[in-house]
């Protein structure tokens, strides 16, 4: 009976001792999210008034009076440069509805807000590259190629919207 007890009491104390661990893990931020920023589960995008949850990888925004969730932008924004768009990163806040402070939000972070300089997490894709016969055009404007350089602009302004960057 003594074996019996001292072998409850050592079952007890292995389990008083055992440790809690419990990981969070937010999501991986997306490439064109804000460098240095891991920690944070919101942005948001003054620029088309739409939030990102990194953790559950989706924009937030309002239609109609309601606020939904959706794993794309809506289709007014698809071409909307996230890379370029500046983020504001929503540090203070830690629940699942960040638009609750909305009209705060729009106030600080008006259209076209642009704070500190941001670096992207990752390049931003090109995919709008030219296949390699255009790229030779390209290539021979540069080098002066008189086909391509007299009176004939029309190649230097194609594409250069949003590919242009730095």
């Known amino acids: 009976m003594k074996k019996l ?9 292995v389990f008083a001792h055992a440790q809690v661990s419990i990981n969070v893990n937010i999501g991986t931020p997306p490439s064109w999210g804000p460098e240095g ?7 948001y995008l003054p620029d088309i008034d739409i939030y990102y949850d990194v953790a ?3 924009y937030i925004y309002e239609n109609s009076g309601k606020w939904v969730r959706d794993k794309r932008l809506p289709s007014r924004y698809r071409n909307y440069d996230l890379y370029d768009g500046y983020k504001v990163v929503l540090n203070d806040y830690k629940g699942d509805s960040p638009y609750s402070y909305h009209k705060k939000h729009v106030t600080n972070y008006p259209k076209g ?6 670096k992207t997490r990752g390049n931003k894709p090109d995919s ?8 030779a055009k390209k290539d021979n404007t540069k080098k002066g190629n008189s086909k391509n350089s ?7 302004n194609k594409d250069h919207g949003h590919d242009d960057r730095h």
Do not use: T, V, W
């Open 150 to 156: 007299k009176g004939n602009n029309s190649d230097k």
């Open 5 to 13: 007890g001292l072998a409850l009491m050592l079952l007890m104390s």
């Open 128 to 135: 709008k590259q030219k296949p390699n016969k255009d790229n």
């Open 113 to 118: 807000y642009k704070g500190k300089p941001q």
């Open 56 to 58: 559950q990888s989706q």
């Open 37 to 43: 920023n891991d920690e944070s589960r919101y942005y």
